[in-house]
C-alpha cells in the first residue's frame, strides 16, 4: 500500500515536471539563475531580480500603474455618471415627446362644437 502511494507521487512529480519543461518554465528560470548567479554585484533583492527578468514590472512602475489605474477608475465612474444621466434625460424627452403627441392626436380626434 505504501509502495504504491510513492509511485503515485513519483509519477506527478514527473508529470509536472514535464510539463514545467514542456512549457518553457524550466528553460526561462534556469536562464534567470544562471544571470543571478553571474552577477558581480548581487542584487539587494534577488527576488526583484528574478521578477524582473521574467517581466514583471518593477515597484515604482507597479505603483506608477497603480496611480494610473486609480485616475482611469475616476474618470470612468464620473463618465458613466455622465452617460447615465444623459440615458436619464433622453428617456424623459422620448416620454415628454409622447405624451405631447398623444395630446395632439386627442385634440385632433375630439369633436369639435358645432355651434
Known sequence: MMM??????????????????????L?????????LYEQNDKPSSALEFVQQKLGAPSVSEYEKLQAEMSDLQLKYNELLAAHQEN?????ELKNSQ????????NDAEAPKDEP
Open 4 to 25: 504504491r502511494y510513492k509511485e503515485e507521487k513519483e509519477a506527478k512529480k514527473e508529470a509536472f515536471r514535464k510539463y514545467l519543461d514542456s512549457s518553457g518554465v
Open 27 to 35: 528553460d526561462a528560470l534556469t536562464k534567470v539563475l544562471v544571470a
Open 87 to 91: 440615458c436619464k434625460e433622453l428617456e
Open 98 to 105: 409622447k405624451t405631447a403627441s398623444t395630446e395632439e392626436n
